[in-house]
């Protein structure tokens, strides 16, 4: 009776002890990088890159390009935010939400360009569709 007692304690023990899902922090802990935490269990952010694309006039634009492995079906909706060398906003065409569609076991890929050769950095934002 009394190892009947302790197995039941120990498997409700275990099952209280669940871990969230693994994230790749060095990713999440990015500044330019905002993720509302009911994306973060559905989707992980695994890779996050910019580079300058030269212009044909001469000049540069800010690209971003990221990707998304998704952990279950889901919803996000996405945007980049672009700012130039004081910081301030460089408002552009289209700068509201994007929506995407995750399906489990996909990974998707994005791309942001800048609206203008002024901006030097940006933040990414993902949450749940509204």
Known sequence: MKTLLFASLLVLGL???????????????????????????????????????????????????????????????????????NGMVVKGVGEGYRKATLLTGQTRYFTATAPHERVTSFQLHLREPR
Do not use: H, N
């Open 15 to 85: 099952a209280g002890c669940a871990t969230p899902p693994e994230t790749r922090s060095s990713l999440v802990d990015r500044p330019e990088l905002k993720v509302d935490p009911d994306i973060i269990y559905a989707a992980d952010v695994t890779e996050l890159f910019q580079a300058r694309v030269e212009q044909p006039g001469g000049g540069s634009l800010l690209q971003v390009q990221f990707a998304v492995d998704a952990r279950s079906d889901a919803d996000m909706a996405w945007k980049v935010t672009w700012f130039d060398a």
